[in-house]
């Protein structure tokens, strides 16, 4: 934790709190088993509003914590002591594409949690999140909350300096730090086709307890290293080969889709690199344009069926916000 990141304040409810959603460029699924990961915060957000109510509520929904996983975890890990509440939630992240609408749903919410009981460090924050990510899921890693927390770009254990904190399970750590933004655009494309990210980890878990699961291992973390130290100086071309070796390991533990693949083709005339993002199986990819034909590429992703977005890094992270 360093004095950069500023803490959650102490305030009574009602409160609201945004966090951006977020995009993975190397290391996913590897990270769940320690590997090192880049991704940034993206410029679409989820933001909730959180008042003392007589019954607990999502968005009018009574029955919400028995029906979604993620608000059920919240609730247990954030507010366990606290009277019942009325939530609304609003979210221009799709939802289940791999753009983080879950770990920014949970770490608005446990920025308002921390704050009506009294505040709490970024790290105190990131933690939370976490679990309540994890809660939900059974699997998983930090580096999703982690950047919607930190908001930019981030490593999780890679990249050189002090971390800004370390998230914990069981004797599990990741170290996460900041690392310069090199102020590209990207595009991501959702495929349309929603999956689970527990199915997708528990089934890449399963294919790396192979006999060369080590090996590949090694091989997504050395793209990962490669990738980190290469975004950090802004050398573009390195980090389109990287994302290339990193697209070819995750064909290789078995996420990728058809309709994923069909974007992927889509998009190369118009791109240095394109790969999935996030737990694959459907979801979405991301893609380093070839500067200048960003509008080209998002025409070429939207008439192969995608979704696309134009996304910046989005320099905050999860936030309280005033009035
Ligand atoms: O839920 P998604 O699609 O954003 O995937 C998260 C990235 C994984 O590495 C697959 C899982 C994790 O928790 O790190």
Excluded at 38 to 62: C, G, M, S, Y
């Amino acid at each position: 934790m360093t004095d950069a990141e500023p803490p959650i304040p102490g305030r009574g409810l009602p409160l609201s709190a945004r966090a951006p959603g977020k995009c993975i460029v190397f290391g996913e699924h590897a990270v769940v088993h320690g590997a090192p990961e880049l991704l940034f915060a993206i410029d679409l957000h989820t933001q909730v509003f959180v008042r003392v109510a007589e019954v607990t509520r999502l968005n009018a929904d009574p029955e919400a914590s028995a029906r979604n996983g993620y608000f059920r975890a919240a609730l247990e890990r954030g507010w366990a002591a606290g009277p019942p509440v009325d939530v609304r939630a609003i979210s221009r992240i799709p939802r289940a594409a791999g753009l983080g609408s879950s770990a920014a749903f949970a770490s608005a919410l446990a920025a308002v949690f921390l704050s009506a009981r009294g505040g709490a460090t970024r790290a105190e924050l990131a933690q939370l999140s976490f679990e309540i990510e994890r809660g939900a899921q059974g699997v998983g890693s930090p580096g999703d909350t982690s950047a919607v927390v930190g908001g930019g770009y981030l490593a999780v254990n890679g990249g050189p300096g002090e971390p800004l904190w370390t998230v914990a399970s069981g004797d599990q750590r990741w170290a996460v730090r900041r690392v310069p933004d090199p102020g590209w655009v990207w595009v991501v494309a959702h495929s349309g086709i929603p999956r689970s990210t527990g199915d997708a980890v528990r089934a890449v878990g399963q294919r790396l307890a192979r006999p060369d699961g080590p090996e590949l291992l090694d091989q997504f973390a050395h793209a990962a290293t490669a990738g980190i130290d290469a975004v950090g100086r802004g050398d573009r071309p390195k980090v389109a080969e990287l994302m290339r070796r990193n697209q070819e390991l995750l064909r290789e533990v078995g996420v990728s889709h058809p309709r994923l693949e069909a974007l992927l083709e889509a998009a190369a005339p118009a791109s240095q690199a394109a790969k999935i993002t996030g737990a694959g199986a459907g979801g979405s990819i991301v893609v380093l344009p070839v500067p200048g034909k960003e509008a080209d590429l998002v025409r070429r992703l939207a008439r192969a069926g995608g979704l696309p977005f134009v996304v910046r890094p989005a320099p905050e992270g999860a936030a309280l916000v005033e009035g």
